[in-house]
């Protein structure tokens, strides 16, 4: 007996979820704009209101951008101080070897 879910499955392939779904997302983009540019406010107070939007949008992109390369920039020195630990600990292991086979 069939489920929900195989049903599903079979009236939906998988590659055209993700169009569904971005054809969804579209959809709720274009419905906010429209209902943006109908509300009732005079086209001063929507231009001030999608601008101030606009430029808390950068504000945020720009914070979690500066928020990304610091933690980008800590994984790197973390990496590179293991490798020089790694180095070190090699040159002293083959120091060690060349002492021994001496």
Do not use: F
Not at 63 to 71: D, E, F, P, S
Not at 83 to 94: K, L, Q, T
């Amino acid at each position: 007996m069939r489920d929900q879910c195989d049903v599903q499955d079979a009236a939906i392939p998988r590659r055209n979820r993700s169009s569904a779904v971005a054809y969804l997302v579209a959809g709720l983009g274009i419905g906010a704009a429209v209902s943006i540019l109908l509300a009732p406010r005079s086209g001063a107070e929507t231009r001030l209101w999608i601008a101030n939007k606009c430029l808390n949008g950068i504000d945020t992109a720009n914070k979690k951008v500066l928020q990304t390369r610091h933690q980008v920039k800590d994984m790197m020195d973390q990496g590179q101080q293991k490798i020089s630990e790694a180095v070190v600990a090699g040159r002293e292991a083959i120091g060690k070897s060349k002492v021994a086979a001496s």
